[in-house]
């Protein structure tokens, strides 16, 4: 008797079958059902996103089962293992298991995240495997002592010095309010910090830690200059070009006008060219845009962490992700333009990833909510943040058509659940 998933293979079961199939409901075995979850998340149109949906809160102690079995088929080891849907806890077993290929370790080393970083250092399989740690050492969030850890790994083999390793990134779940999945009642905040001074002084300290932890990245991307995420007419608006009044810039000038109308990609190019190039007048001082495009990398980044809320507003889009990545550590930066940032679809992903990272950030509950309603929000993430939104929020979103269907559903199933225990009470 053929078994389920190869039925679902040959497009031989019926389109109720698949409902219950991409529900996880067929009466098969744990590690059959899920590899029919991930092949119909992989390549069913129909009923992947459901599929997906189902993975997402998959029983973990089931799950956990599956990545540490070296029988576990290859397509679902592959699945769990991506980026984009991986459960931070299978990591250890899936890290491990002889049939997860070096090289997809390799390929999720490259993007891992800080916590997975710390992970992969602390498996002795990963620490054997020359190849993955190369990769691994490319990582941008990569610390100096992970660094220093990885080279006398390659050094020294398996058998190397133990590095102290720095684990210190707050897991998402821990840091949100956990008041804010309450249905119906607004989470409570922290007291507000106080005031942000602008005019304050960021401790040189801070700025010199930033720019020796990512020195290698810095090093590559010195003379990178300023590509905004989204182009520079989508940054300044087509109105925002400085005029000259040197007759030899009429040219210029008139190319800028036709950059701001047509607004696409090649005259967005040409209008950062000529806007990099456009000189301020005798006395007059540099506006921002002139100022940041003077800057090479590590000017950036110290602006980014110095300077002001509008230099901030330019610079979290900026192109190069050392320098996006730098915003988010100003000292400076308030709760307001995180919440705005968190929202932002014209920023790296990398951007969207850190902002969970900070303890700070989490708390505020605009954030989260923020990052849901995200359709740049990496599918993982915006799925592990969910739980932490009210009722009336997870209604929002599953009504939102610029959100992933995925999250789209599994906010309305939310919603269902927790007006359900509201009806109860």
């Excluded at 744990?30 to 029983?59: C, Q, S």
Aim: aromatic share 4%; hydrophobic share 40%.
């Amino acid at each position: 008797m053929p078994r389920q998933i190869d039925l679902i293979r040959a497009s031989k079961l019926p389109s109720n079958m698949m409902q219950f199939a991409a529900k996880g409901a067929l009466s098969v075995p744990p590690d059959e059902n899920l590899e029919i979850l991930v092949y119909l998340a992989k390549h069913n149109k129909i009923f992947g996103d459901l599929a997906r949906m189902t993975l997402a809160g998959w029983d973990e102690k089931a799950s956990l089962a599956a990545a540490s079995n070296p029988k576990t088929a290859r397509e679902v080891l592959d699945y769990l293992i991506a980026p984009e849907n991986l459960r931070p806890k299978l990591l250890p077993a899936l890290l491990e298991n002889p049939s997860v290929d070096d090289g997809e370790l390799a390929k999720f080393a490259i993007s891992a995240s800080p916590e997975a970083i710390a992970a992969m250092l602390r498996s002795p399989r990963v620490r054997a495997s020359a190849g993955v740690l190369e990769c691994l050492r490319a990582n941008p969030y990569l610390k100096t002592t992970e660094a220093s850890a990885i080279a006398e790994l390659l050094r020294g083999g398996a058998s190397g010095p133990e590095v102290p390793i720095v684990v210190g990134v707050p897991q998402v779940d821990e840091a949100v309010d956990a008041k804010a999945g309450e249905p119906g009642q607004e989470p409570s905040q922290e007291a507000a910090p106080e005031a942000i001074d602008e005019e304050g002084e960021v401790p040189e300290e801070a700025i010199s830690a930033y720019l020796a932890e990512h020195s290698t990245e810095i090093a590559g991307e010195q003379d990178k200059p300023f590509q905004p995420i989204g182009g520079i007419v989508e940054l300044l608006g087509s109105d925002y070009f400085p005029v000259s009044e040197n007759k030899d810039m009429e040219t210029a000038d008139d190319s800028e006008k036709e950059a701001a109308q047509s607004a696409t990609a090649t005259s967005a190019a040409a209008a950062q060219a000529k806007l990099a190039a456009a000189q301020p007048k005798p006395g007059q001082r540099d506006n921002t845009m002139q100022k940041i495009n003077r800057l090479d990398v590590k000017g950036r980044i110290q602006l980014a962490m110095k300077g002001n809320k509008e230099e901030r507003s330019i610079l979290i889009r900026d192109g190069t992700k050392v320098v996006a990545l730098a915003v988010l550590e100003a000292p400076k930066i308030s709760d307001g333009e995180v919440e705005k940032f968190a929202l932002q679809k014209n920023v790296l992903e990398a951007v969207l990833r850190q902002i969970p990272l900070k303890r700070r950030f989490m708390k505020n509950y605009i954030v989260v909510r923020n990052l849901v309603s995200n359709p740049r929000t990496p599918l993982d993430l915006g799925l592990g943040l969910m739980k932490h939104l009210l009722a009336k929020d997870l209604k929002n979103i599953s009504a939102n058509k610029e959100i992933s269907e995925t999250v789209r559903n599994l906010a309305l199933k939310m919603y269902k659940q927790k007006m359900d225990a509201l009806n109860k009470k």
